[in-house]
């Protein structure tokens, strides 16, 4: 069984539509996220939730707005797609706490043309 | 604020040799580290993790590093490299706070030549 896992796994679309990427945990964590990965690899967090509560939003465009309908599930929906946007997106998941480590998905390559 | 610096961007050794991925972290705080390893086209995978307890911290597949606070180092280290281990290697810091944030390295790629 997928601990983490987003669908789809890859997404080619034209500038100016709208998107979305799910994201759904079965290792019964309380917290999710969402990380991009930039073309050159590097890794930043984007959001993450807590038991459905968004507690953290990092100067992210208000084009991407996430969902957690409930505390396994955490999708992203994408606005008015740019081509700056195109990079991977790994939805994770952890135990509440600190210093816990995250069980990541295995990404979804968005392509914007 | 806590951040990670990965000394090399860029690391090749032959099979059999040993592997060495430098970390350099700042926290103003103990702090709990990780290294997760990423295969072409893969998902992220934890390798090992230090949180305050042994300094020298076993992971899979052979992999070890070492918490050495006066250096602020968290060095990952493998005795013989095999050409399975090439793949992209991420130092993480966690952040304090109750929940829970990594901040990533920049990544060293690993190549491992026969």
């Known amino acids: 069984d997928t601990a983490v896992s987003q669908t789809p796994k890859y997404l080619v679309t034209q500038m100016g539509n709208d998107k979305s990427i799910k994201c759904e945990q079965n290792l019964g964590h309380d917290t999710m996220y969402w990380y991009k990965q930039d073309s050159k690899k590097f890794l930043k967090i984007m959001f993450s939730y807590n038991n459905k509560e968004l507690i953290i939003n990092e100067t992210v465009p208000n084009r991407f707005s996430p969902k957690s309908p409930d505390k396994a599930h955490l999708n992203l929906h994408i606005n008015s797609l740019e081509l700056g946007d195109s990079a991977v997106y790994f939805c994770?998941?952890?135990?509440?706490?600190?210093?816990?480590?995250?069980?990541f998905g295995q990404g979804t390559r968005l392509t914007v043309v | 604020a806590q951040s990670v610096t990965q000394l090399d961007s860029h690391v090749s050794v032959s099979e059999g040799t040993p592997v060495l991925l430098r970390c350099n972290y700042s926290?103003?705080?103990?702090?709990?580290l990780f290294w997760y390893v990423q295969h072409p086209n893969k998902g992220l995978q934890l390798l090992l993790k230090?949180?305050?307890?042994?300094?020298l911290v076993k992971g899979i597949n052979g992999f070890e590093a070492e918490f050495k606070k006066s250096e602020t180092s968290f060095h990952l280290t493998k005795p013989s490299a095999h050409m399975s281990d090439a793949a992209e290697y991420f130092c993480v810091v966690s952040t304090s706070g109750g929940y829970n944030k990594l901040i990533f390295g920049a990544g060293t790629r690993l190549a491992v030549h026969p």
């Open positions: 926290s103003s705080y103990s702090p709990s």
């Open positions: 230090y949180t305050s307890a042994a300094t």
């Open positions: 994770a998941s952890s135990q509440v706490g600190s210093h816990t480590e995250a069980f």
